[in-house]
């Protein structure tokens, strides 16, 4: 089962794909999103979930406070709707985007900016190709934007693009979580 854990959402359920996704654990999601909270990086967000499985992130951030939230998912967007108006029942107004859209060609037409992304792609997705979508991203950023992205934690760090600089790792059994940022 997954959940929204915190914010005006709080414990509601989720839909979560059948197959093909691997979601965020609690344990996980609760981390990040109290490090997000310590640092204020919700209230009013611009947030952009990229491989968003059932949009637990994404809606995780809205339920907290994000002001804009954008889902994208070739494979699950039925689910990422159901779920997007099950928040929205739940919360009243709420803005979220969901798009059904390879990320890679998301990235190509969107607009930004946004202020945080969650990339948590399918752990086989080479590394060369997880670059190749950081590096369209990075011009979609706002200035002091947030990336996290997860990959498992067996794989060697990935080789980060211009425009991008590691802020931590974290592992978290086979999820290794990196936080990324605008090099200063």
């Known amino acids: 089962m997954t959940r929204i854990i915190g914010g005006r959402a709080g414990s509601l359920r ?3 794909p059948k197959t093909g996704t691997r979601p965020t654990s609690d344990r996980v999601r609760e981390a990040i999103f109290s490090a997000l909270d310590t640092r204020d990086r919700l209230e009013g967000a611009r947030v952009l979930d990229l491989y968003a499985g059932s949009g637990a992130l994404g809606l995780e951030a ?3 406070g994000a002001a804009r939230v954008t889902l994208v998912d070739s494979a699950t967007a039925a ?3 159901s ?3 099950r928040v929205a ?8 985007v969901v798009t059904g859209q390879p990320v890679q060609r998301f990235l190509a037409g969107a607009a930004g900016p946004y202020d945080l ?3 948590d792609p399918p752990y086989e997705l080479p590394a060369a190709e997880l670059v ?6 990075v011009p979609l950023l706002a200035p002091d934007a947030a990336v996290l992205a997860e990959r498992s934690s067996r794989d060697p760090e990935p080789a980060w693009p211009a425009g991008l600089a590691l802020d931590r ?3 978290y059994g086979d999820t290794a979580l990196y936080w990324l940022g605008q090099p200063a």
Do not use: I, P, T
């Open 62 to 64: 809205a339920s907290r």
């Open 79 to 81: 689910v990422m709707r």
């Open 132 to 137: 190749r979508e950081l590096s369209a991203l």
């Open 89 to 96: 029942k739940a919360m009243g107004q709420v803005d979220v």
């Open 14 to 16: 989720l839909e979560v």
């Open 169 to 171: 790792r974290k592992d």
């Open 117 to 119: 992304v969650f990339l």
């Open 83 to 85: 779920n997007a108006a």
